[in-house]
């Protein structure tokens, strides 16, 4: 239901953004989140967005470079990525949450995922 595109390898300093579409009809009832994994790691929490997208929430690693967005008439999700670290380097992957009532940094708590796309960072 979830399908993540955008992802492919950078040198560090650059940008590129990510796209998640949904193929839910209700696509506004969800928040829409980012994850990544990065070899050997556990998923993380990357950045959230509101029903309406008026609320944002990210993690302390890519606040003032990450910027999360969502356009709720093509049913998608965008992270635009800036400043890209090695650190960044991951798979990177799209959920959705039934509006639970407040926005979640927690993986568990979303109830749909998409498949994830790599992202590399050169140094």
């Known amino acids: 239901q979830l399908q993540a595109s955008g992802g492919g390898s950078v040198q560090a300093g650059g940008s590129l953004t990510l796209s998640c579409v949904s193929s839910?009809?209700?696509?506004?009832?969800?928040?829409m989140g980012w994850f990544h994994q990065a070899p050997g790691r556990e998923r993380e929490f990357v950045a959230a967005?509101?029903?309406?997208?008026?609320?944002?929430t990210y993690a302390d690693s890519v606040k003032d470079r990450f910027f999360i967005t969502r356009d709720n008439i093509k049913k998608t999700v965008y992270l635009q990525m800036n400043n890209l670290k090695s650190e960044d380097t991951a798979v990177y992957y799209c959920?959705?949450?039934?509006?639970?009532?407040?926005?979640?940094?927690?993986?568990?708590?979303?109830?749909?995922w998409g498949q994830g796309t790599l992202v590399t960072v050169s140094s």
């Open positions: 959920a959705a949450d039934l509006w639970p009532g407040y926005i979640s940094t927690k993986g568990t708590e979303y109830d749909y």
């Open positions: 839910e009809h209700e696509f506004s009832r969800y928040v």
């Open positions: 967005i509101s029903l309406n997208g008026a609320r944002t």
